[in-house]
């Protein structure tokens, strides 16, 4: 059999013949849902708008609409794999078939790393909302902390519930996004406008960067929070309904759609309030709801916490399935213990929710040091990138040298994949190391060096402790 053919049969769940299968419950629209969650445009927005105006001082508008075009390319690439080859753990599985059980070693430990830590900045950030809703927002470090716990356990406890309660809890988010923040946008851009579009790419450089040039190349590393997670319906390809077909729809939709309504949100935003007012409310920790109210009166602000809690919610138990379906498939694989592999009789990984949470959950105790979450958080990004740009480059490096050959797949682009292929790849390879420069103006004026360095370290020591891993256990087998 020629290489190129044995390359392109990847296990499926069919080819699993014990009860480690998971169960297929999800339809497309189930699959856009969670893909619509994860990536947010509440969380996403929310979570940049005020280090954005803070750092870049404004005009970030364009940077935001760059990045997620350069995005739709990297899903397409992910929409085109997805097409051929639909099993849980999405770009972990592939880097394994395709580019070597090595790969895939590399790729699963830097995809659940990084996960994990998306994880824990949602529950950080989200338990904030919550803590908004009820009243009980307290800056301290300690209160942040048990605000993400509790965040984390609801998350949990969707995740261990009936699918339906879950799939019901995801498509509420959904609906409190667009009648909600897409609503209020609405309102805010016909009736409360008072700046003309020019006003979208204005005041660039005049914030804590030192150029503009500087200035909008951290714009683009902040834009890249907020267009990511789409690959979460690649992951769960294994409980979706007709795989090869409609987890690339998902992944298109979700993306498009979030961004979409990020883009409009933002420059609802940015054409409403004026430059003063935005960046006052920046250095705050909300820094949405008190221009809402300022504009349509203090009553909104309840229901409008209420709405942003529960997107958060959405997004936080969305990323525990997401992520818990990357620890099944590895320990599936043989990559992680065997017990993260086994599922209850309704064909829950159980295991895999509980060892995510529990990981999330130690790295909240983080939040106690303002350095040490910040590092985190700035993982949880980096890391990100660093798997699109693994998996963008193994797909171009096994197009050309024939280990997947694309025309198999239900998706098919002819010579335009391997164009947009090796535009996505440039692209992630970018996008990373812009996230990864060191800013101190970005950061903060007294940041220590290894907050600086961040992402390079956490990313640098991950590598390095699963490298002597991999030379160990060749050493064993010799």
């Keep these: 059999m020629p290489v190129s053919s044995q390359r392109n049969r990847l296990t499926t769940d069919e080819d699993h013949s014990g009860t480690d299968v998971l169960n297929r419950s999800m339809s497309v629209w189930h699959s856009f849902t969670m893909g619509f969650a994860v990536v947010s445009p509440v969380v996403g927005l929310y979570a940049i708008i005020g280090v954005q105006t803070v750092v870049t ?18 899903a397409t690439v992910y929409a085109e794999l997805a097409s051929q080859f639909p099993i849980a753990g999405g770009a972990y599985k592939w880097a394994r078939q395709l580019g070597g059980v090595t790969a895939g070693q590399y790729a699963g430990v830097i995809y659940v790393s990084s996960t994990i830590a998306m994880l824990t900045t ?40 009936h699918v339906n309660i879950f799939k019901s809890l995801i498509a509420l988010g959904v609906y409190a996004e667009v009648v909600g923040s897409f609503g209020i946008a609405l309102l805010l851009f016909f009736f409360f406008r008072q700046y003309g579009f020019t006003e979208l790419f204005q005041h660039m450089g005049t914030g804590t960067a030192p150029t503009e040039t500087a200035a909008f190349l951290a714009a683009l590393a902040i834009a890249g929070w907020a267009f990511i ?22 992944i298109f939709f979700a993306l498009s ?33 008190p221009l809402i109210a300022s504009s349509f009166g203090d009553w909104v602000s309840k229901p409008f916490s209420g709405i942003v809690m529960i997107a958060f919610l959405a997004c936080g138990a969305s990323v525990v399935k997401y ?74 490096f096994a197009r050309l040298t024939g280990r997947w050959n694309p025309a198999l797949g239900e998706l098919k682009l002819g010579v335009w994949g391997l164009v947009i292929n090796c535009a996505a790849f440039a692209w992630s390879l970018f996008e990373l190391i812009n996230i990864g420069w060191p800013r101190a103006y970005a950061v ?35």
């Excluded at 970030?60 to 609409?65: D, E, K, S, T, V």
């Excluded at 950080?124 to 356990?153: C, E, P």
């Excluded at 940015?270 to 007012?277: D, G, Q």
């Excluded at 592999?341 to 999330?360: E, G, Q």
């Design 444 to 478: 903060s004026e007294h940041a220590p060096w290894w907050q600086l360095w961040a992402i390079p370290l956490v990313l640098g020591s991950i590598l390095g402790v699963t490298t002597l891993y991999i030379l160990i256990q060749k050493n064993r087998r010799n």
């Design 323 to 396: 992520t818990s379906r990357i620890v099944f498939s590895m320990a599936r694989e043989g990559n992680m213990p065997t017990m993260l592999s086994h599922v209850t009789v309704d064909k829950t990984p159980r295991n895999a929710i509980l060892f995510t949470v529990t990981l999330s959950g130690l790295g909240l105790l983080l939040g106690l040091n303002d350095g040490a979450v910040a590092t985190v958080i700035a993982f949880g990004t980096g890391g990100l990138y660093a798997m699109f740009a693994m998996t963008t480059g193994v797909g171009l």
């Design 122 to 161: 949602t529950a950080y950030t989200g338990g904030v909302w919550l803590a908004t809703f009820w009243g009980a927002l307290d800056n301290s470090g300690a209160s942040m902390v048990f605000w993400g716990a509790v965040f984390l356990l609801l998350c949990m406890a969707l995740n261990l519930a």
């Design 229 to 250: 997670g789409f690959d979460a319906c690649s992951t769960t390809a294994e409980e979706t309904h007709q795989p090869k077909r409609m987890v690339p729809r998902a």
């Design 257 to 289: 759609a979030v961004g979409a309504v990020v883009l409009f949100n933002s420059s609802a935003l940015i054409l409403t309030f004026n430059h003063e007012a935005l960046a006052t409310a920046s250095k705050t920790a909300d820094p949405v709801t």
């Design 57 to 74: 001082g404004g005009g970030w508008f364009a940077a935001l609409a760059i990045c997620l075009a350069m995005q739709l390319l990297v």
